[in-house]
């Protein structure tokens, strides 16, 4: 059951992400799955994790959100896949990318688990990411201008105690 409810979850939060988001110029979709390390297969994208196993089922890569996300003017973009044999009991992972002033993407981030941005900001503008998955305490990152590290747990916007 409970496994039913995150997978519901998971669906709403990226068909809600999805909506408020607008798609990416067709010039530049292959150039963010690619500077995400994903590669085209059957006309779907994917990130290759499972792909050798034909009778898996996964959810293929998604462009789920593209806009200017650290209020640099330029575009940035979150790829999302889905699957649990890639990705345990989250169901989900995600590719944060950033388009260069170069018009480069560069991958700033990627991880398991469903990626929600907080409105705190770490360095360069780049919002606080919470990770969701199963459960009810969350790691959040935070960007210190060169990567994105852990920075606490929270769960709901409140500090909680990191599970073990």
Same mark, same amino acid.
Request: charged content about 15%.
């Given at each position: 059951?409970?496994?039913? $409810? ?7 939060? #990226? ?10 110029? %067709? ?5 963010? @799955? ?29 462009? =789920? ?13 979150? %790829?999302? =896949?889905?699957?649990? $044999?890639? @990705? ?6 995600? &590719? ?7 018009? %480069? &993407?560069? #991958? ?7 990626? =929600?941005? #907080? ?16 459960? $009810?305490?969350?790691? %959040? #990152? ?10 606490? $747990?929270?769960? =709901? ?8």
């Amino acid at each position: 059951m409970r496994t039913i $409810f995150i997978a519901s979850a998971i669906a709403s939060l #990226l068909t809600a992400t999805a909506a408020s988001a607008a798609p990416p110029p %067709v010039s530049d979709q292959a150039a963010i @799955y690619k500077a995400a390390g994903f590669t085209k297969k059957a006309g779907q994208w994917h990130s290759g994790c499972g792909l050798e196993d034909t009778a898996i089922s996964a959810t293929p890569g998604a462009i =789920e959100d593209y806009r200017d996300i650290n209020g640099d003017g330029r575009p940035d973009a979150l %790829v999302t =896949e889905g699957g649990t $044999f890639c @990705y345990g009991n989250t169901g989900a992972g995600f &590719w944060l990318l950033s388009k260069q002033a170069t018009g %480069v &993407w560069k #991958l700033i981030h990627s991880s398991t688990g469903i990626a =929600e941005f #907080l409105p705190a900001k770490g360095a360069t503008g780049w919002p606080d990411i919470s990770v969701g998955g199963p459960g $009810f305490c969350f790691p %959040v #990152l935070r960007f210190n201008g060169t990567a994105y590290v852990r920075n606490r $747990f929270a769960y =709901e916007g409140k500090p909680c105690k990191a599970p073990r």
